[in-house]
């Protein structure tokens, strides 16, 4: 069962190329690739193997088994300064503790909005010359919303899924989807960890009021490794991952052969006592340079609050991205 389980994940990639010649819109659900949680962020979204908290709904929903009781995350981020807001949230809870037949579920949001935008036409002013002029203020608002499930098949293979909604808006037009996920989390000796995240796996159609959008299927995947340091209470993570595309990025990715093109994502993270983490990330594309964060867990009354900070920097031409979450296990 174990060996027929892989082969399918595995005849999902072998058959990625095929669904894009579909017809797909570039960067279509360029929103939902960002992510969820600072802490995620902050190792540069090499996540995919990790997924051991509540954003796991977002980056391997098979890594909710790994999810302490109830947890839930907030996150708020405003990207190039205070132009782009970005707001996310993510639930996961254990159905059960049986390790025999162990399941999750989840439910997470985020949205991308930029709001106040000038809607101009031309106005005749008192002098009789004809100019712009701005006729309203509106929003642009993308919002994705995802319900999971995850099951442990046996004590090394987990696996899980989304279910999702999407809409996009701006001014009166606005477009709704629906959309598939498929993940394994697969634990194969010691504290190895191999994710994979199948986005989209059937492509998603975004219907507009009067065409069709479409996102193609994006794979994640990743394998990333503890090691533990008793005597300094300390533990460091090193994790990579990989996001396949198949939407003909070409040169605005790190790699890329034809139509498929690929971005690594490199991550680090270190806990002291479970209470302070610092991390370091690098997603190597055109798109993001130095990623770093810091984390802190305080327990009280037999719950654990959470706070973690992720800082982007965007390079010389862009201001830098601050992303704040707080979570909470109960």
Do not use: C
């Amino acid at each position: 069962m174990k060996i027929s389980r892989l082969a399918l994940f595995g005849f999902l990639l072998l058959i990625l190329p095929e669904l894009s010649h579909a017809a797909g819109a570039k960067y279509a659900g360029e929103f939902l690739s960002t992510g969820i949680g600072a802490r995620a962020l902050g190792m540069g979204g090499a996540f995919v193997s990790v997924a051991d908290d509540a954003s796991a709904s977002y980056w391997n929903p098979a890594g909710m088994i790994f999810v302490r009781r109830r947890e839930v995350v907030m996150m708020h981020s405003e990207r190039f300064g205070d132009l782009v807001n970005y707001d996310t949230g993510s639930y996961v809870q254990q159905l059960g503790t049986d390790n025999e037949h162990r399941a999750a579920f989840g439910f997470s949001f985020l949205r991308v909005g930029v709001d106040d935008i000038p809607y101009t036409r031309l106005v005749v002013d008192n002098n009789g010359v004809t100019r712009p002029g701005i006729d309203r203020l509106v929003s642009e608002a993308d919002w994705g919303f995802y319900l999971s499930y995850a099951r442990l098949m046996n004590r090394t293979l987990s696996l899980g899924g989304n279910v999702k909604v999407i809409r996009k808006s701006v001014g009166d037009d606005s477009a709704l989807g629906f959309g598939f996920d498929v993940a394994a989390l697969y634990k194969p000796w010691r504290r190895l960890s191999l994710g994979l995240n199948l986005q989209d796996a059937t492509s998603t159609f975004l219907i507009w009021n009067a065409e069709t959008e479409t996102i193609l299927p994006m794979a994640r995947v990743g394998l990333s490794y503890p090691f533990l340091f008793p005597s300094l209470k300390g533990k460091l993570t090193v994790a990579t991952g990989l996001d396949i595309r198949f939407e003909g990025r070409k040169t605005a990715t790190a790699y890329w052969i034809g139509e498929a093109s690929a971005d690594v994502r490199l991550g680090l993270e270190y806990w002291y006592d479970d209470i302070v983490a610092i991390r370091l990330g690098q997603e190597r594309s055109e798109e993001a340079d130095f990623m770093a964060g810091a984390g802190l867990r305080l327990p009280f009354s037999g719950n654990t609050l959470g706070l973690d900070y992720a800082f982007l920097s965007n390079g010389f031409d862009l201001d830098d991205t601050h992303r704040v979450s707080a979570s909470l296990i109960f």
